[in-house]
Each structure stands twice: as structure tokens, then as C-alpha cells.
């Protein structure tokens, strides 16, 4: 492996080259990358069993979704939308004295650093999402790999680069690094420009804080995680109570509960037997081996904190079983409590469980809910909501204005888990889900976390970046504010009153 | 004044009614605030003449633009493309399995703290910049006051306060509070959503720090100063010596050099007599106070070292003359030095100048420029050239990708300073020009600071935003992505290569 400082100049000459690559051939980049790997699936899909426990079905869903987020990437790019391409006339009728000509892009941020995650060890690992909307802004890439798949993540990047580099990608597009401190150094290194990570609350804030406090602070995106609460209404529970409980063990106990949207906390009235019978359903769930050791080790530390909590009834066990190598085997927990213990609980209770375990909330009126919701959670990737068909209340649209205020995606009749990566997602959130909550890490938008402004003032044509130019040569969007405009500015505003 | 908690929750509820308000209605407070200051321009402008020393016209001419500014940003709001509404139909035939229904907007971020600047008593302080787009995006604003025109700051907030009630505002819309502790215990409180700033290298990487080390850290969006060089060309001197000579000397005395984007050093080919030139200029430049006593001792220090730097030419002496007031009174100062004592000068000459202060730089030759101007200058609001008529080289190519890369604007054969207030404008740039180089604070992309993305997974048409309704009732635009669409992922790009 190269030095910190070797790398870093790599990925500055390199990140030159490909801001200037016109869009087909840095969408072919993207396009590359997502056949090697749908060409090497079955190697890599092998290798990520045997090194995080993941079952093939699940890592062949994600392998395909990592993929088509590479070809959904390639489209981004040659639309050319996420440019905002913005170009004023010359005006010498403006409201303000003489305007010059000035046109305004968004044009790639620099080196991007990206730490890998665990739980996902295609889509938000080397060649995942933070690799793929970096790439299609135009910046070149590093990966810090995650310790819990380093085969994985050695042999993925080997055959992504292999594919980069034959679709003409300089060297140093794409680069892999490991060490906990390497990965803090690199952080620290003046040429890198952004870094984006996903894993815990712990090490992302200890990264975003190393970030916030180099001597030139950087955008430091991390997506840490998440409790995601869901509520459940009588008029639903009492119309559909079996799809809803059924849905949400499958939810809570699939990839053994090691997802960021995991529901961790259901809300449901109290008086009804929704803490047993989710009990019962997961009875019928298999031991999964846990990521890797470390995880085990903390999620037992966590259940342990769960189960004995007074005024905790537990329906499902569970437990972590440890074999010789020290990998964690686990059966769902699942445990209730009434609205007043969580609050009276909180600081044992309201943290996230890296594991197949949820806590079921029995609340006693909508009143209560409301006002213990609003007074429980802060910042999350989602919250949801089960209503009865056509069911409407003012206290409904109350909690969706709360649930609207502390999550990044609020969703109705369904799960959070199975994260649609398309243009309108949102995987984000206020603080502790994440530490920027105006940018998202998967969907289109994304690519806006590695991009910068810059305007040009009275440039001649051949010194303007092609998204600015008048013949526009990469074809994108522009928007034009017309000389002489200005007069008239407030009046529409004025015409709708 | 009432205390921070009250302060803040006050803001809270405000914003709460500012996010439900259709979009005229929104519009409508900015255009009762621009009226209002127009109206009662004469008594604001004779107040901060008082306090601030600057003169008639430049006041007069800033209150314009401040008014021009809030209609800007009223016809923003009933544009509604700030929201960038996304809709994903729902997809039986998704290439990821199932997608849902999917929404997503950009929505107010909530309470928005903002601390005014003292070199722009109206563009950048209670009803400035970052108060109108804060408005415009439906938050409520507190605006922690610069002491350096209290009077001012207080008297405008009245008279828009007035204005905003009047036209339906909710009490808490726009709050001020004064004192530095006040404004350090405001931007922990945990209701403040996100902050602005504009000033001092030191203060504002204070405030940044305090931001992201809070519990739950915010956004904190800080423009900080800029050194702002200028290169010319020998061809261009060749052209139009005088014509560029009295620009610059202009642009450096303007307001008496108290602007962020004041020319600091100035490129120009050895062997010419440029600082001598200018220094004639200058001298018939009359005294000009400064905007407060401690900006006035920070420049008194700032010009000592910079004249008594070996190797530093002085071709208009300048200085500070104190008052009994402790007012500082100035005379432009303009030195000169070579490329290579600039260098080995770096660290008493390479520094912002608040104050009529501009350093001359001779260079020998363009490889010399350009490896020079590549090593000394990290982020800054701007940076300029001036070419001859049609002159192109390699040379001219790399330095403006090393401007584009440094600088948030990059200008040519013009000058820095007169930042017009358009949809293509850029004012920021990376560290320390900025805190947060991905954002500008003029303009009207100055907005997006201030929204964060939601997304509505099948969500009941009455419980989503106006915004991302089929019926569309605000009248925004919304881009969709259609059912079976992703089948086709890739082929866009691939068609183009």
C-alpha cells in the first residue's frame, strides 16, 4: 500500500483529469464498474458469505443494487441536471449599477474520502454509493476499507479499477486504504476535499469532529444511526393486525437486524397482546452469525441493557450464542414496555441495537403518544406510521409534522428497511442519524454532497467550464436570467397576492 | 429583551406557521419588508452614517440593494424550484424489487441564527442577505446583532418587525438579540436549526467550532475574509495601464478597503511601475473612518507589520489617525514587493488587511507566477485576471483551473468588490474564505442553506406537503420519475458513448 501522502496526490491528479472528462466517458466509467461486477458476482457474492455471515440471496440483492446504482449514476451524469447551471447577461440596465456577465456551476469538490461500511458490503462499501455518486461528480476516490470484509473489499476494488482503468480512468480514480490510522490521517491530509462515511454514532462522531477541527475544515457527511420509530393506530391494528406484526418481524429480524432503518421501537395501544404474538412470530426465525466480533460483542452488552431494565416484559429471548472464533449467533428479542417506563427508561432504553432486537411501546391514548413521541425522539433516518384505511385525525397530521421535523423520511403502512435507491430517496436525517441533515447518501442526490460552486465573471468562452459555455457542448440544463429582469423582480411575487 | 430559551422557542413556533405558508403569502412578507425599508430609508441611512462612518451613497446604494434583494428572493419563493420536488411513482416492476410511492422536498430547516456583519449595516445584517433567504425558505430568524451600529440594528428590526406583523407574519418571525455571550448561548441552544455568519477569520472559526461541538452539531455557514488576488498580464498593462491602475486603486479604497472582496495583492509583470503609479493615485484619496475602534486597531497592526516587512516597498505611506472618540481615520496604503520576498514573507504578508491596505506583487516571469500564485493562495471568496484583447495561453489555462479551484468566483478584467445580487452569483468559497465552500450567502442559491430534504414514502395526499401533491397547489415544479423506468437505467448513458 502507498503512503498517505502518496495516495492523496493521486487522487488530486487524478480527480483534475476527470473533471474534465466530458459526461459519456465518465458515465462509461460508471457503466464499467457496474458490469465487472455483475460479471464477477458469483466470486465476490462467495467471498462476502464466508466474511460476514450474510446469506447469498441477501448479498446477490445487494450486489444487483450496487450495480444499478452505477447505471443510474451513469443517466445522473449525462443529464447533466445536478450542474445548476445558472448564466446572468450582461445588463447594463440592472437594478444595482452595471451587472457583468456571471455564470454560476456546480463543479466537482476534489478528493473524496469514503469510509466503508460493515452491514453492506457492496452497496455502501468500495464500489458503493459514496464511490458511485463521488465518481459521477467527478471526483476521484478513497476508500477506507471496513476491517469486517477486507478480502472483500481488496477484491472488489482490484476488479472495479481493472474496469475503470480499461474504460480510461486515470490511475488514482479509485484507491483503497486500511487501518484505523491510516483512515484518520488521510482525513487529516490537506489535497483530501470531502469524506463520507457510514457505521456508528461513535466513530462517526469522533471522525466529524477530526474533520470539523483540521486546520481547513472539510464537509465530513456520516450517516451514523437510527431508531427509527413506527406507530401503529387501533383502527389499523384492529383491520390488519397479522400483515402488520408479520411485517414488522421480518423487518426487525432480516440481515439479523443489522440495517440503519431497522424499526427499533413500535408504538402500538396498550391493551393489546402485540408484544406475544410478534413473539411468536419470530420464534420461527434461524440463528444468522452476527457481522463480525466486535458487533457481537456490542450487542450483547446492549440486549443485556434492554432485558434487564425493570418494567421490561420480554416476549422472544433470544440471545447471542459465541463460537470458538468469537462470531456472534443470534436469535431475535423481542420486549415491551409501557410508554411511561420508556420515558421513565430513556437512558437505558432509547439507543439503537445493532441486532434482531426491538422494543414494542404500548401506549395508553393518542394524547400520551403524541406528547411522548414529540418529547422522546431526536433526529432519525425514518419514521413510520400504520393508519387504518382512510383513517384521519388532527392527531394524526400532529405526529406526522413531528415525525416530518426529526426524520429524513417519513413512511406510511410499511417498513424502513429495503431502501429504494431511485431519484426522490432520502436516506438522511437531523443529528444522531447523521451529521449533515441537508444531503442524503443514497439516490440521486447524493452526487450533491462532492460538489462546489463556482462562478465565472466576464470569462471568455475558451476559459469557461463546458457546462457554461453558450454552445454548451455537454448538453445540460442552463438557466438564464435575462438583462433587464431585475426591474421587474418582485413583481411576480406582487402579481399572486 | 427576553431571555435565549424564550427566544428560541418563539423562533420555533414561528417557523412552525412560516412552513405552512403558501407561497404568496410568504413572498408577501419579503415584499412588506423591502417596502418598509425603502419608506424609512432617510432615517436609516442618517442613523448608520452616524454609527458606521460610511457615506450617503454607499448607504443609500446598500439599502437598495437590501430591498432589491428580499424582492429577489420573493420571486424565488413563488418560483418554488428551491424545493426540487421529486416524485418516484410507485413501481410493481422496480429492478430492486417493489418501490414504493416516494416523495421528496426540500423543507424549511427550522429557527436560523444569524450573526450581522458590521462592514454592511443593511445587506449583511438584520434584514441582509442571510435574513431574506432564511425568510424566503419559511424559517424564522433570530439575528444576533453587530455592536458596532446598534442603534441601526435595532431600528431596522422595529421597522420590519412592523412590516412583517403587518402582513401576517407570526410573532417570533424575526428576533434580535445583542451581546457575545448571548449570541455563543443561542447557537448551542438545541432549537436552532442552523446559523450564518459574516466577519472576522477568528470569530467565525470560533462560532464554527462551537456549532460542531455541540451535542447535536448544526449547520454553521460562515463567510470569514479572503485575500482576493489579482493577476495581470503584461499584454493587458500594455493595453490599458491607466484603466486598470485607477480600478484597482478604486476597488482597494472603496468603503476605505472594508469589504471582503477588497483586492489584496495585486500580479503584475516586474520592471513596470505599477506601485508608483498607483500610489500617485491614491494620494488624492480623502480620510475616511473606519467602521469601529476595534477594527481600527486590528488595521493599525495589520499596516505596521506590513510596512516594516523587509523587502517591502512603500508607495503610498497611508495610516491610521486616532480621534478622541478612539475612531480610527485612514489614507490608503499601497506597497509593493517582489514574488520571491512574498514567499519568504508568507507568514507576516499573506493575511487579510481589513482596511485601504494593497500589496503590489512583481513576478519575472509567467512559470514563476504560476508556481507562486499555485503555492501561496488556499481558499478565497474570488480571484481575477486581466487579459489583453484575445490573449490565450497554456500558461493563462492552468492559472485560472488553479483560481477555479481556490476561489468561489473567478473574475476577469474586472474587480472584485460590488458583489451584483443575481441567481448566478457565488459568494463563498473553501477554507477560510468560508466555513462551508459547498454554499454561497449571495444570491439566490443562498437558500438552499437553509432547507433540509424530506421524503414521504406512500403517504395519504392529505397528509403531504403542498409541494409534493399531484394536485400540486403551490404551483411548483416537480420532476417524476415513472413506474418501470429503472429497466432502462443506463441505457441513457450508454446511448452516448
Redesign the interface.
Known amino acids: 500500500m502507498n503512503g498517505v501522502d502518496e495516495v492523496a496526490r493521486a487522487a488530486r491528479d487524478a480527480s483534475?483529469i476527470l473533471a474534465e472528462f466530458p459526461?459519456?466517458t465518465r458515465?462509461?466509467l460508471?457503466?464499467a464498474a457496474?458490469a465487472a461486477l455483475d460479471d464477477n458476482a458469483e466470486e465476490l457474492v462467495a467471498i462476502g458469505e464466508r466474511e460476514t455471515g450474510l446469506d447469498t440471496v441477501r448479498l446477490r440483492?445487494e450486489l444487483?443494487?450496487t450495480s444499478?446504482q452505477?447505471?443510474?449514476f451513469?443517466?445522473t451524469?449525462?443529464?447533466g441536471k445536478f450542474h445548476?447551471a445558472?448564466?446572468?447577461e450582461a445588463d447594463s440596465d440592472?437594478?444595482?449599477?452595471v451587472?457583468?456577465d456571471?455564470?454560476?456551476a456546480l463543479?466537482p469538490?476534489?478528493p473524496v474520502l469514503n469510509f466503508a461500511a460493515s452491514n453492506f458490503p457492496f452497496a455502501f462499501s468500495v464500489a458503493g454509493g459514496d464511490t458511485a455518486s463521488a465518481l459521477a461528480a467527478g471526483c476521484a476516490v478513497i476508500v477506507k476499507a471496513h476491517p469486517g470484509h477486507p478480502e472483500l473489499s481488496q477484491r472488489t476494488a482490484e476488479i472495479v479499477r481493472r474496469a475503470l482503468a480499461d474504460a480510461g480512468a486515470p490511475a488514482g480514480t479509485l484507491q483503497l486504504i486500511e487501518g484505523q490510522d491510516e483512515g484518520v490521517a488521510m482525513l487529516m491530509h490537506p489535497l483530501v476535499a470531502a469524506a463520507s462515511f457510514t457505521g456508528s454514532l461513535g466513530a462517526g462522531r469522533f471522525l466529524?469532529?477530526v474533520a470539523?477541527?483540521r486546520p481547513?475544515?472539510?464537509?465530513f457527511y456520516g450517516e451514523l444511526g437510527s431508531l427509527n420509530p413506527v406507530v401503529v393506530t387501533a383502527a389499523a391494528l384492529a383491520e390488519r393486525a397479522e400483515m402488520i406484526l408479520t411485517g414488522f418481524a421480518g423487518s426487525v429480524t432480516g440481515s439479523a437486524g443489522q440495517l440503519c432503518t431497522k424499526p427499533g421501537f413500535l408504538f402500538v395501544p396498550a391493551g393489546t397482546d402485540v408484544g406475544p404474538r410478534v413473539g411468536a412470530i419470530v420464534s420461527a426465525t434461524r440463528e444468522h452469525r452476527l457481522l463480525y466480533p466486535k458487533i457481537a460483542d456490542g450487542y450483547a452488552a446492549r440486549r443485556a441493557t434492554v432485558v434487564s431494565t425493570p418494567g421490561v416484559a420480554v416476549h422472544a429471548a433470544g440471545g447471542v450464542r459465541f463460537d470458538s472464533e468469537g462470531h456472534g449467533w443470534v436469535l431475535p428479542t423481542i420486549v415491551s414496555v409501557s410508554l411511561s417506563t420508556l420515558a421513565r427508561e430513556r437512558e437505558r432504553l432509547l439507543d439503537e441495537s445493532f441486532g434482531p432486537l426491538s422494543i414494542v411501546v404500548e401506549y395508553d391514548d393518542t394524547d400520551a403518544l403524541v406528547a411522548g413521541f414529540t418529547d422522546l425522539f431526536?433526529?432519525s433516518l425514518t419514521a413510520g406510521l400504520h393508519?387504518g384505511v382512510g383513517e384521519?385525525s388532527p392527531w394524526?397530521?400532529t405526529i406526522?409534522?413531528t415525525m416530518?421535523?426529526v426524520?429524513?423520511?417519513?413512511?406510511?403502512?410499511?417498513w424502513p428497511t429495503?431502501v429504494?435507491?431511485?431519484?426522490?430517496?432520502?436516506h438522511?436525517g437531523?443529528?444522531?442519524a447523521t451529521?449533515?441533515?441537508?444531503?442524503?447518501s443514497v439516490?440521486t442526490?447524493a452526487i450533491q454532497?462532492f460538489?462546489?460552486?463556482?462562478?465565472?465573471?466576464?470569462?471568455?468562452a475558451?476559459?469557461l467550464?463546458p457546462v457554461l459555455r453558450d454552445d454548451n457542448p455537454w448538453n445540460v440544463e442552463q438557466?438564464r436570467?435575462s438583462a433587464g429582469e431585475?426591474r421587474r423582480?418582485?413583481?411576480?411575487?406582487?402579481a399572486?397576492?
Open positions: 483534475h459526461p459519456p458515465a462509461g460508471l457503466l457496474a440483492g444487483t443494487r444499478v452505477l447505471r443510474l451513469a443517466d451524469v449525462v443529464a445548476d445558472r448564466i446572468d440592472f437594478a444595482l449599477g451587472r457583468p456571471l455564470r454560476r463543479l469538490i476534489g466529524a469532529d470539523a477541527s481547513a475544515p472539510i464537509p431526536e433526529g393508519l384521519t394524526i397530521t406526522v409534522e416530518s421535523d426524520a429524513g423520511r417519513v413512511l406510511f403502512d410499511g429495503g429504494a435507491v431511485t431519484p426522490a430517496q432520502q438522511g437531523p443529528w444522531p451529521t449533515t441533515s441537508t444531503t442524503t439516490g442526490a454532497r460538489l462546489r460552486p463556482v462562478a465565472y465573471q466576464n470569462a471568455p475558451s476559459l467550464p438557466r436570467s431585475s423582480w418582485g413583481e411576480a411575487a406582487a399572486q397576492m
